[in-house]
T-cell receptor
């Protein structure tokens, strides 16, 4: 069982559509990060959420941390082909030792 | 400020050989972590080094090892390579342990 679960696993949408991807766990986290990774490159940090219920916006991306700090969502408004990539959530495990990643959501935005 | 750099970017080895990968962290960052990424297992934590000491280790066999130098640069070594070691190896640095990590572009290793 993975510490972090992500859904959906794959998502293919048309340019201009909205979408939401989810990151869930049964564990409570002090903070959670979202990354985007493009093929052949390392993950790039998008945001860190810390406070339960927190909402952060990054242009067309809106990140929310659940009230109980067990889950998070990423909403993209009016998706563009440049949003294509693997979206990963990550957090330190319960012992604060290992930085674990979810399996990711692979997003494809078609022009 | 320059980002995390990794060398080489691509590497082809054969089974049984060993390989050393290098990572230069962002200037001022003292923590370096290594990850293995494969299509089947996703991103998995290998180990973390902080001030030349291994702080944490993931669930990988002893064939995987690493070290960190006084300038915070790090190397990881994989001995007796197996086909399943083919992966993208990512290095990430952070100012201190358990802080936000910044990733390098990775080294893609292919074991034949």
């Amino acid at each position: 069982t993975q510490l972090l679960e992500q859904s959906p696993q794959f998502l293919s949408i048309q340019e201009g559509e909205n979408l939401t991807v989810y990151c869930n766990s049964s564990s409570v986290f002090s903070s959670l990060q979202w990354y985007r990774q493009e093929p052949g490159e390392g993950p790039v940090l998008l945001v860190t959420v810390v406070t339960g219920g927190e909402v952060k916006k990054l242009k067309r991306l809106t990140f929310q941390f659940g009230d109980a700090r067990k889950d998070s969502s990423l909403h993209i408004t009016a998706a563009q082909p440049g949003d294509t990539g693997l979206y990963l959530c990550a957090a330190y495990d319960n012992y604060g030792q290992n930085f674990v990643f979810g399996p990711g959501t692979r997003l494809s935005v078609l022009p | 400020k320059a980002g995390v750099t990794q060398t080489p970017r691509y590497l082809i080895k054969t089974r049984g050989q060993q390989v050393t990968l290098s990572c230069s962290p962002i200037s001022g960052h003292r923590s370096v972590s290594w990850y293995q990424q494969t299509p089947g297992q996703g991103l998995q934590f290998l180990f973390e080094y902080f001030s030349e000491t291994q702080r944490n280790k993931g669930n990988f066999p002893g064939r995987f090892s690493g070290r960190q130098f006084s300038n915070s640069r790090s190397e990881m070594n994989v001995s007796t390579l197996e086909l399943g070691d083919s992966a993208l190896y990512l290095c990430a640095s952070s100012h201190n342990s358990q802080e936000t990590q910044y990733f390098g572009p990775g080294t893609r290793l292919l074991v034949l």
